[in-house]
């Protein structure tokens, strides 16, 4: 059925599609019949549940960061089974992104090319929707039982495009604050190919600065949040081993491995259409071996002692299995849940469960 649907949404723009196709989703959700069939379909059955980061999610499967920038489908996305998502990136002000088009599809490759540009509603408006949801979504404790589970939120933070890189730290605190109370980890994102010099802040200096700022700040608070850091999978060893270090150095919860890559390597788009596409982030299967790599590396260099949540060509139950076994706790998918469709939560956690 969704292939069908897939073909025909294919015929028009990516980010039209995407919007469109939340907003249908929205509106069939706000009806409770529906959204009891719907959640019937998808989400997955049998005891899935995880303790990661001092956390328990209620499935290893979550959504990646860039999907649902500003939390606007929350209730959406709990219902088609994730049992995670990630919000954001969220930046201190509104931005509007870069000039469209700017997400386009590798159809044969089952790959995306984005140049978002932290596209978001800024921080304050992105927290007060999320209070908002926590509120509406209270759980009755006499309902809850011992395996019961949240819906578990996580806050993809980063900085503005005007933002100089010497202040770059400055926005992180701004995000981290006005987001602590609504959000249940964070991720610093400093590996998005798509706000200019954003990557340099990868280097060990930059990144202890921005990460032991914003320990400090945890630690302050009565309950810290686990903060994670994403990064690139286009990083050299020398500096994956300083990421690494740097994490266990200062105690990091974990990493997200990876982002979307610069390399166009080993495609079967044409050389012309992707000159045409021009700049941007790469998405889907084509990124799968490398974060596999990548995802090794860590738990080889860290000794399985720096947990993190593998993203990166994850279309199967098969492919969350290969993630799994590489020394991942969690899963987040993006690019498959476009091509797959909404099974894919349900088919990766059967596959999980199986082992």
């Given at each position: 059925?969704?292939?069908?649907?897939?073909?025909?949404?294919?015929?028009?723009?990516?980010?039209?599609v995407?919007?469109?196709s939340?907003?249908?989703?929205?509106?069939?959700?706000?009806?409770?019949?529906?959204?009891?069939?719907?959640?019937?379909?998808?989400?997955?059955?049998?005891?899935?549940q995880?303790?990661?980061?001092?956390?328990?999610?209620?499935?290893?499967?979550?959504?990646?960061?860039?999907?649902?920038?500003?939390?606007?489908?929350?209730?959406?996305?709990?219902?088609?089974?994730?049992?995670?998502?990630?919000?954001?990136?969220v930046?201190?002000?509104?931005?509007?992104?870069?000039?469209?088009?700017?997400l386009?599809?590798?159809?044969?490759?089952?790959?995306?090319?984005?140049?978002?540009?932290?596209?978001?509603?800024?921080?304050?408006?992105?927290?007060?929707?999320?209070?908002?949801?926590?509120?509406?979504?209270?759980?009755?404790?006499?309902?809850?039982?011992?395996?019961?589970?949240?819906?578990?939120?996580?806050?993809?933070?980063?900085?503005?495009?005007?933002?100089?890189?010497?202040?770059?730290?400055?926005?992180y605190?701004?995000?981290?604050?006005?987001?602590?109370d609504?959000?249940?980890?964070?991720?610093?994102?400093v590996?998005?190919?798509?706000t200019?010099g954003?990557?340099?802040?990868?280097?060990?200096?930059?990144?202890?600065?921005?990460?032991?700022?914003?320990?400090?700040?945890?630690?302050r608070?009565?309950?810290?949040?686990?903060?994670?850091?994403?990064?690139?999978?286009?990083?050299?060893?020398?500096?994956?081993?300083?990421?690494?270090d740097?994490?266990?150095?200062?105690?990091?919860?974990?990493l997200?491995?990876?982002?979307?890559?610069?390399?166009r390597?080993?495609?079967?788009?044409?050389?012309?259409?992707?000159?045409?596409?021009?700049?941007?982030?790469?998405?889907g299967?084509?990124?799968?071996?490398?974060?596999?790599?990548?995802?090794?590396?860590?738990?080889q260099?860290?000794?399985?002692?720096?947990?993190?949540?593998?993203?990166?060509?994850?279309?199967?139950?098969?492919?969350?299995?290969e993630?799994?076994?590489?020394?991942?706790?969690?899963?987040?998918?993006?690019?498959g849940?476009?091509?797959?469709?909404?099974?894919?939560?349900?088919?990766?956690?059967?596959?999980?469960?199986?082992?």
């Amino acid at each position: 059925m969704y292939k069908l649907l897939r073909k025909l949404l294919f015929l028009f723009p990516p980010e039209d599609v995407h919007y469109f196709s939340m907003h249908i989703l929205r509106l069939t959700c706000s009806i409770p019949f529906i959204k009891k069939v719907l959640s019937r379909r998808f989400q997955p059955t049998g005891y899935l549940q995880k303790e990661v980061f001092g956390l328990r999610f209620r499935n290893p499967v979550g959504l990646a960061a860039g999907f649902d920038k500003n939390a606007k489908y929350l209730r959406e996305l709990e219902t088609l089974g994730f049992g995670f998502i990630e919000i954001g990136t969220v930046t201190p002000e509104p931005q509007a992104g870069n000039k469209k088009p700017r997400l386009f599809r590798l159809a044969e490759d089952k790959a995306l090319v984005n140049r978002m540009g932290f596209n978001n509603d800024g921080v304050k408006i992105v927290a007060k929707r999320l209070k908002e949801w926590k509120e509406n979504n209270r759980p009755s404790h006499s309902r809850l039982t011992t395996h019961d589970s949240r819906f578990i939120i996580g806050g993809n933070i980063g900085k503005n495009k005007a933002t100089p890189n010497e202040n770059a730290w400055k926005d992180y605190e701004i995000c981290f604050i006005g987001l602590f109370d609504s959000v249940d980890y964070f991720v610093v994102n400093v590996s998005s190919p798509n706000t200019p010099g954003l990557r340099e802040l990868q280097e060990k200096d930059s990144l202890k600065k921005i990460l032991s700022h914003l320990q400090t700040l945890n630690q302050r608070n009565s309950s810290p949040k686990p903060i994670l850091l994403k990064i690139a999978p286009d990083l050299s060893i020398n500096a994956l081993d300083d990421v690494i270090d740097l994490a266990i150095e200062i105690r990091l919860d974990g990493l997200v491995a990876a982002n979307t890559t610069i390399t166009r390597e080993n495609l079967k788009t044409s050389t012309g259409q992707l000159e045409k596409i021009g700049a941007g982030g790469l998405s889907g299967k084509p990124l799968q071996q490398k974060a596999t790599e990548v995802a090794r590396y860590i738990q080889q260099r860290s000794n399985g002692s720096l947990p993190f949540i593998a993203s990166g060509g994850i279309f199967t139950g098969a492919d969350g299995i290969e993630k799994v076994e590489s020394g991942a706790s969690l899963v987040q998918v993006w690019t498959g849940f476009v091509f797959e469709g909404p099974s894919i939560v349900k088919n990766i956690c059967m596959a999980l469960e199986k082992g």
